[in-house]
């Protein structure tokens, strides 16, 4: 049987959490399904930890309710909700072995000495590291502590496994290496996953839904795909992956086009979202969006003129900031070889960009 089988929705209904005069969590609600790999995510102090310590029962809520398969598990203390937790700092006991480390919730659940000893078995098997069993944690490197804390916490088949930035203390090539691991022990294991970080590209490479937080409140709730392509404010755009944000007058709607002045120049803007006309309305669009022309369109919609600031080079691709006069910098991505006739400070270049790859954004 798996994990998988023996759990329910976990259901956040209107969670309060206030320390002082700042809300730390403030009136979240969420339904998080069966077996989901969920992220919160959001710049320091944003509130994503303090939930996930709220779901653990480490911290409790001023107001609200969490429910877990129906049952309301607000005011249950953490060791009787079954739930997996994996630190930052690994928080492994350090006179104990890796094996003792393992079994440790298992003892102190009283299970039988043979069940004990196959799930710490299973556990690290899962992790690569039976064949360190018998070191004590300073023996061991970041990357293998962090899996024996992630072996440790899926020993005694938790409801749900909650993971609290458990790579932020490792290097970047390991954290990459062990982020794959995690994601292959969650596709194995069926258990619902909470993981908790600041690192953009760790979320949308690791999750199915992502939440994103700001100042306690939920900004956006998505898939990684929805959340890139299509951020609803200012604020996604800018700290999921990298924007542009163009502001503009509606002149006319046709079609579900919008036609939008801007001071370097009329741009088309497709969706049916738009603002009545005459209204301000701002464009994110994503760096790899934009090609350079070293000449303007004929008809010039979305084709605004900009003069070469600086690039950098990123392997396969280029990365330039260009001016545009009314607007500031935009900055664009173009693949490396496209990219060699505008390496040149002050160069002409214009930027375009097709109708539907542009997001009518709010400024909060």
Not at 39 to 55: A, D, H, Q
Not at 118 to 145: E, I, N, W, Y
Not at 203 to 210: E, P
Not at 313 to 318: F, S
Request: proline fraction near 5%.
């Amino acid at each position: 049987m798996t994990m998988h089988d023996t759990q329910g929705d976990l259901s956040i209904e209107n969670l309060l959490k206030q320390y002082g005069n700042v809300r730390a969590v403030d009136d979240v609600s969420l339904h998080i399904r069966p077996g989901e790999f969920l992220t919160l995510l959001g710049p320091s102090g944003s509130g994503k930890t303090t939930l996930l310590m709220m779901i653990a029962g480490f911290v409790a809520a001023d107001a609200g309710r969490i429910g877990l398969g129906g049952r309301d598990i607000t005011h249950l203390a953490p060791e009787q909700r079954n739930f997996g937790m994996v630190f930052q700092g690994y928080a492994l006991f350090p006179h104990l072995s890796v094996r003792e480390n393992v079994a440790f919730p298992l003892k102190i659940r009283r299970r039988p000495k043979s069940e004990v000893e196959a799930a710490v078995k299973t556990a690290l098997d899962r992790v690569q590291m039976a064949h360190l069993a018998d070191r004590l944690p300073r023996q061991l490197s970041g990357g293998q502590q962090q899996r024996v804390a992630l072996a440790r916490a899926m020993s005694f088949q938790p409801n749900l496994l909650l993971l609290d930035e458990p790579l932020g203390a490792l290097d970047r090539k390991l954290r990459v290496d062990v982020q794959m691991e995690i994601k292959k022990l969650h596709q194995d294991l069926g258990t619902t996953f909470i993981y908790v970080t600041h690192d953009q590209e760790e979320a949308l490479s690791m999750s199915d839904r992502i939440v994103i937080f700001r100042q306690g409140r939920i900004a956006q709730i998505g898939t990684p795909s929805e959340l890139y392509n299509r951020p609803q404010s200012r604020f996604v755009a800018a700290f999921l992956g990298e924007s542009d944000f163009i502001a503009g007058t509606v002149q006319s709607i046709d079609g579900g086009i919008a036609r939008i002045a801007t001071p370097a120049g009329e741009i088309l803007q497709n969706g049916t979202k738009h603002p009545s006309i005459g209204s301000n309305i701002t464009v994110a669009l994503r760096p790899e969006k934009i090609a350079l022309l070293a000449e303007p369109t004929a008809d010039r919609r979305n084709c605004l003129p900009g003069r070469i600031v600086a690039w950098r080079y990123l392997g396969g691709h280029l990365c330039f900031e260009i001016a545009v006069e009314g607007i500031g910098p935009i900055r664009a991505e173009i693949a490396a070889a496209e990219g060699q006739t505008f390496l040149q400070e002050g160069k002409q270049a214009w930027l375009a960009w097709q109708p539907q790859d542009g997001v009518t954004v709010t400024e909060e």
